[in-house]
């Protein structure tokens, strides 16, 4: 056997070390780089992550100052040593300095990219165009969703033909945000090329209504009065999507009627009073406790509500009048100032009216006013009002007994007797009787009435009965004209005509007594003598279409509409009270009215439809916000006729009794009265930013969406 | 003999080599943790903020600037059982947001190994472990 050579065995080992070494030196040469790019990559991850984050800190700060901003204020807004952020007609580039003198940026655009002409009203960029397809969308101020596009067409712009992944709801805003490290200059803003990019897609809306406010669906300074139909029905209260449902009064909180087991509903709800809750409602489930008077209410001031712009299209005050066949009259006078000229002068017809080019006229179906832009209303010398309405006016309330003393026998006779003995003196007769039947002689009402002594001190005495003896209303009307009723005849009466009552109520007037016209039996009905014109406010619609943009119908006076109001994003805004009548009178059930409503008085709603001598309430949809520095009033439902719709409110009612500069209730009033078969509100915050020029201070944007990801 | 040095010199290389790649690859895979730990110091801080926790705290970050916190006076931020030393800074934005409760900051976070901040985060054999984030925070931010 041949013995091994050391040397050879040396030479092997030191080969197979040289191989090993090799291997080992290789392994090492290659994992050291890939360790130093992997720290380096987390590192740029989190620095580009923080970018994206901070660039939607600085989108929410801009908004909080102006809820219309889109990254156009063309400047470079902040220029600190590590903090530089420019905006370029819509398209936003920042760039953070971090502790260690890196710099990351966020980028990101509301620009679509797509020339001056284009729909998000922005022209190009004028340096600072980015190549990145997320389009961010600026809806805080629409009354409706928007769609949010990709820009997938040449050049990262926004095509007609765009995908549209997404919607932003009303009222909240789409931010997409790219936060990029790694590569970056801030001399050198065009540069994107070579950096880790971090993206964060967000959706923000308003949360609530600032800080130390307790947010409500509604707000009183004095009293909330619900007066529920007696079919059984209640009223509710909820907060969108995980809001907290609360009402809030300084005065007290009461529901009448509905059901009696339950008539008043909020699940895990809170009901603030300063002197009470009366309702029948499950205390495991709504918790009623005391209204703390140092908590403020929503103070949206008179100087932060959008209005019209002054110097922009404007309308004259006075009284616009539909006529039936579809003209557009116009009187150089207030409500009440052309009610009277309209009576004396049936068939004035005024002049034509004089729109500017962003309202028109529509007649094809209703009667509408359109308005695609803001509009104010221009005082003239003999008017600062606005008022719409049809040439018979319309009826905000049935006749009852309380507005109108020759009513019913024993009501005009009670009235009388208090208010002017010498009345009760002429009243002829001084007694009788009556007896109504229908036309197969069944009974319908019965009435008897006697006065007897001076004037004062005076007895009376009456009854009401039968089947309809309840139905004053009936009636009342029947009293006025029995024409009215074909289907009822009298069956005997004594000492009463229908010109009777008439006299009594002629000879009141003219002692000074204020008394409807008994043959004016609804209050705001007009109805000229000898004109012929069947519109009523069911025929007549006042419509918002500015589509995203927000819409404001604004004026130093009152504001009297007539009719449905359409559209989203719309807002009433008036230095005097708002009365809307006939609101609702021609919508189905699940149409709604979006438009906000401001005023430095008191705003009324009746959703009374009257046609001839029919009544009935409509349901009304609302959505928006409310706000009186007066009283609120909405009537959607009376017991006299019986007749009922239903109040649905989805975002905020505030009736503050005063200038919002100060405490709630510093005016006296303050008031919410809502009358309706059920009352449905729901505390959504969002509407605020279409109403407001500001946001609440210290308002929470409550995040509804968040998605990061790495790219 | 000649031989046997030169394997002797090859092998203690060998294992240096060895050493420093795996303490780099020891920094690669705890720098990923040390981001972590940012974003969760960065969360924890601002939330505190945010919510007045702990009474105080609010108007405490609003109304200076500077250092808000320090590991050196808080103590060390202790995750997956290793220390990290950090501190925390914020300044005013000027320009930026409003008055209060509108106000705007820019928020400075550096994280380092323990006991490495003088070293620029450097540990011996190591290499350093420095992470620097910033980011605007809004006075009322989103909840």
């Known amino acids: ?711 | 003999m000649l031989a046997v040095g030169l394997v002797t010199v090859l092998i203690l290389s060998l294992a240096a080599l060895i050493t420093s790649t795996l303490r780099s690859n020891q920094k690669a895979s705890m720098l990923a943790p040390a981001a972590e730990v940012a974003e969760t110091l960065m969360t924890q801080e601002m939330y505190g903020v945010e919510n007045d926790l702990p009474a105080g705290s609010h108007s405490a970050f609003w109304d200076t600037d500077g250092i808000w916190k320090d590991s050196t006076v808080v103590g060390v931020f202790q995750s997956g059982g290793v220390d990290y030393e950090y501190r925390m800074q914020r300044r005013l934005v000027a320009g930026l947001g409003g008055p209060p409760p509108n106000r705007v900051k820019k928020v400075d976070l550096s994280v380092w190994w323990l006991n490495t901040r003088n070293n620029g985060g450097d540990r011996q054999g190591s290499g350093k472990l420095e992470l620097h984030v910033s980011r605007l925070v809004n006075e009322v931010a989103p909840p």
Not at chain 1, 500 to 527: F, H, R, T, Y
């Open chain 1, 1 to 711: 056997m041949r013995k091994v050579s050391r040397r050879g065995i040396v030479l092997i080992i030191s080969i197979v070390l040289a191989v090993v070494m090799a291997m080992f030196v290789g392994a090492a040469l290659s994992l050291g780089p890939a360790s130093l790019a992997a720290s380096q990559n987390v590192s740029r991850q989190i620095q580009a992550q923080e970018a994206a984050e901070s660039g939607v800190q600085y989108a929410l700060s801009q908004f909080r100052k102006d809820p219309s901003w889109k990254g156009d204020l063309n400047a470079t807004t902040v220029n600190d040593p590590d903090l530089i952020v420019t905006e370029d007609n819509g398209n936003v580039v920042g760039f953070v300095r971090n502790g260690s003198n890196q710099w990351a940026r966020f980028d990101f655009r509301f620009n679509y990219q797509d020339g001056a002409a284009g729909p998000d009203g922005l022209d190009n960029p004028a340096t600072l165009s980015l190549s990145s397809p997320y389009v961010s969308v600026n809806n805080l101020q629409a009354g409706g969703q928007a769609d949010v596009p990709r820009a997938d067409g040449p050049g990262f712009s926004v095509t007609g033909a765009s995908a549209r992944p997404y919607t932003v709801p009303q009222g909240a805003v789409f931010l997409a945000v790219q936060g990029r490290s790694g590569n970056v200059d801030p001399a050198n803003p065009t540069l994107t090329a070579g950096s880790t990019v971090s993206a964060v897609e967000a959706i923000f809306q308003v949360g609530d209504l600032g800080a130390g406010v307790d947010s409500a669906a509604a707000m009183s300074a004095q009293n909330l009065t619900s007066n529920l139909s007696n079919n059984g029905n209640k009223m509710t209260v909820e907060g969108k999507a995980g809001r907290v449902p609360r009402l809030r009064s300084r005065g007290s909180i009461l529901v009448n009627g509905g059901s009696a087991a339950e008539n008043y509903f909020s699940d895990n709800g809170f009901v603030n009073t300063g002197s009470g809750f009366t309702a029948n409602y499950d205390n495991n489930k709504t918790t009623a406790q005391g209204e703390d008077s140092s908590k403020p209410f929503y103070q949206l001031e008179w100087d932060k509500v959008r209005k019209a712009d002054a110097a922009g299209p404007k309308m004259a005050a006075g009284t616009y009048v539909w006529w039936q066949d579809g003209t557009l009259h116009y009187y150089d006078m207030n409500y009440t100032t052309y009610v009277n000229h309209i009576k004396a002068n049936p068939t004035d017809p005024g002049v034509a009216a004089v729109l500017p080019g962003n309202v028109v006229t529509d007649t094809a179906g209703k009667k509408v006013l359109r308005l695609t832009s803001s509009v104010s209303v221009e005082a003239t010398a003999n008017s600062q009002d606005f008022s719409l309405l049809t040439r018979n006016g319309a009826a905000e309330d049935p006749p009852t007994p309380g507005d109108d003393p020759v009513v019913v026998v024993n009501s005009v006779a009670s009235y009388a007797q208090s208010h002017c003995p010498a009345f009760m003196s002429s009243f002829n007769p001084q007694a009788g009787s009556l007896v109504v039947t229908d036309l197969a002689n069944n009974p319908v009402f019965s009435a008897s009435w006697s006065y007897s002594g001076a004037p004062s001190p005076a007895t009376y005495s009456s009854s009401v009965s039968g089947p309809q003896g309840g139905d004053l209303f009936m009636i009342h009307r029947f009293l006025v004209d029995p024409t009215l009723y074909p289907n009822y005849k009298v069956a005997s009466s004594s000492g009463w005509a229908p010109a009777g009552v008439a006299e009594a109520a002629n000879w009141a007037q003219a002692q000074g007594v204020s008394v409807n016209d008994p043959a004016l039996p609804a209050k705001g009905e007009i109805n000229p003598t000898g004109v012929t014109d069947n519109l009523s406010a069911a025929d007549l619609e006042v419509e918002f279409a500015g589509g995203t943009d927000p819409v404001v119908l604004s004026s130093q006076g009152d504001i009297y509409l007539t009719g449905a109001i359409k559209g989203t994003g719309g807002s009433i805004v008036s230095e005097g009270n708002i009365k809307v009548v006939g609101l609702s009178a021609d919508f189905s059930a699940n149409e709604v009215n979006g438009v906000n409503l401001y005023s430095k008085g008191d705003i009324t709603f009746s959703s009374l439809d009257g046609k001839g001598s029919v009544y009935k309430y409509q349901d009304v949809n609302l959505k928006g916000v409310v706000y009186s520095w007066g009283n609120f009033n909405a009537k959607v439902g009376n017991q006299q006729i019986n007749s009922w719709g239903k109040f649905d409110l989805e975002g905020m009612l505030v009736a503050y009794g005063g200038d919002p500069h100060g405490l709630p209730g510093t005016n006296g009033k303050g008031n919410i009265n809502i009358s309706a078969d059920e009352i449905k509100m729901v505390f959504d915050p969002s509407f605020v930013t279409a109403l407001g020029t500001t946001l609440p201070d210290g308002f929470h944007f409550k995040t509804l969406s968040w998605t990061s990801q790495l790219q």
